[in-house]
Nanobody
Framework: QVQLVESGGGLVQPGGSLRLSCAAS????????MGWYRQAPGKQRELVAA???????KYADSVKGRFTISRDNTKTTVYLQMNSLKPEDTAIYYC????????????WGQGTQVTVSS
């Protein structure tokens, strides 16, 4: 069992930046990849970015060049730096672990709201 705790969401104006954090605890030795997913009202949950233990990354086309996923040296905390935010980035962002670069695992955080609005 892996527990995930997210932080860092909030309200930001278009063009602004936010950094999300996700701290993992529990059976972290089993984590191959961690990622961020988001779900906007009326839409399906989608991959935003993911990173493997080895440092490979994957991004959704809509965030390439604006968002950066990274992790700390202990590989138990993952960050999502979001720059040049747009109103269409508004969603609940969820941390995920246990999956791969293209498929989510079974462990989810509680979600953090990101709202981009003037």
């Amino acid at each position: 069992q892996v527990q995930l705790v997210e932080s860092g969401g909030g309200l930001v104006q278009p063009g602004g930046s936010l950094r999300l954090s996700c701290a993992a605890s529990g059976s972290i030795f089993s984590i191959y990849a961690m990622g961020w997913y988001r779900q906007a009202p009326g839409k399906q949950r989608e991959l935003v970015a993911a990173i493997t233990r080895g440092g490979q990354t994957k991004y959704a086309d809509s965030v390439k060049g604006r968002f950066t996923i990274s992790r700390d040296n202990t590989k138990t905390t993952v960050y999502l730096q979001m720059n040049s935010l747009k109103p269409e980035d508004t969603a609940i962002y969820y941390c995920n672990s246990g999956g791969t670069l293209v498929r989510p695992g079974d462990s989810w955080g509680q979600g953090t709201q990101v709202t981009v609005s003037s």
